[in-house]
Structures are given as structure tokens and as C-alpha cells.
């Protein structure tokens, strides 16, 4: 079975540290995305990448960059993290068009 | 402001009977829309999707309608089973944007045996 892999299902972190959320996928694809889940918000894409080293904003990359150094790894990073970036965070890879896989996601919580 | 508006926020049916979600959308230079479903525990999976250019299209006990003059859609889900028990996610996009999906708030189906 095709996988999309997150590192961690649940982080807590202080507020201003710096966070790594991790994603691997086993599918060769080239498009990988980045998605935070909120109730009643739906999911918001925050970054994606179509290929190796490049990379699109979404609709809410503030406080947010990240690195796509390989194909199969896509890490999303929050410089430094704030409370209100606390949230079910999902990260999906296609090989082309939108994404129809996604990993099980990281529940982040910032304290 | 949201772009894709769905509802109910939450629905509950008994076996057996038809699930129904309804979403809107503002922009009409949306042209493709996806349905995700989502166990709890798990990420949202694609489920169904279709283009304007069609009003309806089914796929075993799930169906979307689509009207564009109103700019509504909605997923029907017959004969409802307790597996369908998840959260379900109405979506848009625009193919010259690229790979940016709009997704509505999410509604939460609880089939009762």
C-alpha cells in the first residue's frame, strides 16, 4: 500500500522554539503539500512543492517556511512557534494535479 | 471569508438511509471539485470528484450534483452504512492556479446502526 508518512503524531512545544514537522512518501511523486486542519476551517494549504528544492505558497504561509531537499521528504518548519499555530497538521503528495493521499497527520500543540 | 461553505456541520442518519452534504462556492473560475473523507485517526482521502462541464456523477452508493447556475454541489451518499461513519470535506480548485485546493469547513456523518 502506497504511504504518505508523517515523523510525529503528536508534538508539544513552547512558544519561540523553532519546530521541524517531517513528511515521507513512497510513491515517487513529484508534488508534496502542506495542510493545517481547524475545526469548522477545513483544511488550508499552507506550502507546496512540485518538484525537488521548489516550492509555492499557499493560502497561509506566514509564519512558516519550508525544505524539499529530496523527492521523497517535504519538512514544513515554524521558526519560531506561537500559540496559535497549535493545530492537526496533514501533509499530502500526488503525482500530479491535487492531492489524493494524505499522512495521518501531526497534532501540534504550542504552549 | 471562507470561499466553499458547506453544511450541515454535522449529520446523523440511520442505516440505510441517504446522506446528503451541500456546498457553495463563490468563484467561478473554480472548475474542478473534489470530495475528501476522513476517519478519525487518519488523513482526508480523495473520494470522488467532478468537473462543471457534467451535473452528476456516481461512483457505487456515492453521488455529486452539480449546479453551476447556482454554484452549489452536494455529495449523496445512499444507502448509508456505519463504515460511512467520518468527516467528509467538499473542496475547489482552479486549474490555472495550479495545485491550490479551497476546502469547505468539514461535515462530521455518524451513521447509526
Known amino acids: 500500500d502506497v504511504k504518505v508518512t508523517q515523523s510525529s503524531r503528536y508534538l508539544v512545544k513552547r512558544t519561540g522554539e523553532k519546530v521541524f514537522l517531517e513528511c515521507v512518501q513512497d510513491?515517487?511523486?513529484?508534488?508534496m503539500f502542506w495542510y493545517r486542519q481547524d475545526p469548522g476551517l477545513g483544511l488550508r494549504l499552507i506550502y507546496f512543492s512540485y518538484d525537488v528544492k521548489m516550492k509555492e505558497k499557499g493560502d497561509i504561509p506566514e509564519g512558516y517556511s519550508v525544505s524539499r531537499e529530496k523527492k521523497e521528504r517535504f519538512s514544513l518548519i515554524l521558526e519560531s512557534a506561537s500559540t496559535n499555530q497549535t493545530s492537526m497538521y496533514l501533509c499530502?503528495?500526488?503525482?500530479?494535479?491535487?492531492?489524493?493521499?494524505f499522512g495521518a497527520g501531526t497534532r501540534l500543540s504550542v504552549l | 471569508q471562507q470561499q466553499v461553505k458547506q453544511s450541515p456541520q454535522s449529520l446523523i442518519v440511520q442505516k440505510g438511509g441517504i446522506s446528503i452534504i451541500n456546498c457553495a462556492y463563490e468563484n467561478t473560475a473554480f472548475d474542478y471539485f473534489p470530495w475528501y473523507q476522513q476517519f478519525p485517526g487518519k488523513g482526508p482521502a480523495l473520494l470522488i470528484a467532478i468537473r462543471p462541464d457534467v451535473s452528476e456523477k456516481k461512483e457505487g452508493r456515492f453521488t455529486i450534483s452539480f449546479n453551476k447556475s447556482a454554484k452549489q454541489f452536494s455529495l449523496h451518499i445512499m444507502d448509508s452504512q456505519p463504515g460511512d461513519s467520518a468527516t467528509y470535506f467538499c473542496a475547489a480548485s482552479k486549474r490555472a492556479a495550479g495545485n491550490m485546493l479551497t476546502f469547505g469547513g468539514g461535515t462530521r456523518l455518524m451513521v447509526k446502526p
Open positions: 510513491m515517487d511523486h513529484e508534488n
Open positions: 499530502a503528495s500526488s503525482s500530479r494535479g491535487l492531492p489524493g493521499r
